[in-house]
């Protein structure tokens, strides 16, 4: 099979979705089928060594799209046509509905081309709340209703993510729930070689301390924010941690609540990966995984919570939250522990928990790992992929 995959933003810049589509492609083409990435991220300095091409359209395109819809959907089907006559592609997959997916359909249907749909976030999910979600804007939720639906096939990361599908009146039979994924051989090498008092030095953290890993950007659906008050409830039971949240942005924490982070560091050198290898989450984020003793997420919404499954990997103890994206990724007390999302108190009962309780700790510790290798393993979702795309074009033969 010929596939592209057409998503605006990808190397040297990357989030969940530009990871997942690098870790399908790399997959595909180490299947035997063919890969192409088709973005509107500028060309890097340095070209990364992958297994696939990477083809890039004009950084404006989204803008375009956004701010000049007929004029970005016209220079977006010149080009897809382009793309198409040049390369054949079997079928199209693109990541992130908005805008690309809404402006490229019409396309694929008019010339009867298969497509694939993968939703990842705000561009399909709402959180009024905090602001969260594209379709708050209702002009662009009409566009969602009407062009969402014209794909052949979709992939929700979550049954939570599904859900929207369908109330969007897409047909369950079209949707296939497919994960995140891990390489777990990787976590596993660098595990097995570890000296995690080197690593802690590396970063100049405690060697003897309870470390506490949180991991992404800093956005208001993360929860981060509640981080300070959940270290104020550990500091005030006596427990003696630190707590470094690794990620873009994440300073912005310390700065909102200075002095009450005095167990809090920010970490913010791995939110990018350049050179001539292509490698996330980087060697120096998987030995700081590696190198704590729980990881805590507490997140108000997610799609899926990639470094769940990172941390799964890492064989991490997790606390997170009851919230969408993530109930279907952690279950209580199996593979960690789950508190009311936006409730400090109760998140850090769960960390305590896991301080004072080893035997509790290993044990989610080990379904963790074992759970990863079982589900989330890239070999194993990229197969998935592989079926969906199959069927598919079963129907066009």
Known sequence: MKIAHLIAQFYPYFGGAEICVHNVCRTLSDSGHSATVICTTPPAARKPDLNYEIIHLFSRTSGLLREMPFIGKYYLEYELSRLQRKHKFDLWQVTMGYPLAIYAVDFFRRNKIPCVLRCCGEDIQKYPSIGYGYRLDDGIDSLVKSKYPLFDGFVALTPDVREEYEKLGIPNEKIRIIPNGVDTAKFADIKSRLDRKAVRRKFGLDENKVLILTVGRYHPKKGFDLIPAVAQI????????????????TSEILRKFPGRCGDVKSIENFAKSGGETFSLPSNDLIELYCASDIFVLPTLIETFGMVLVEAMAAGLPIVTTDAPGVRDVI???VNGLKAPAGNPEALADAVCSLIKDTALSGRLSETSIRQAKEFYDWKSVTGKYILLYGDILKVYS
């Open 234 to 249: 550990l500091k005030d039971k006596g427990l003696d941690f630190q707590w470094i949240v690794a990620g873009m942005n």
């Open 331 to 333: 279950s209580d007390n």
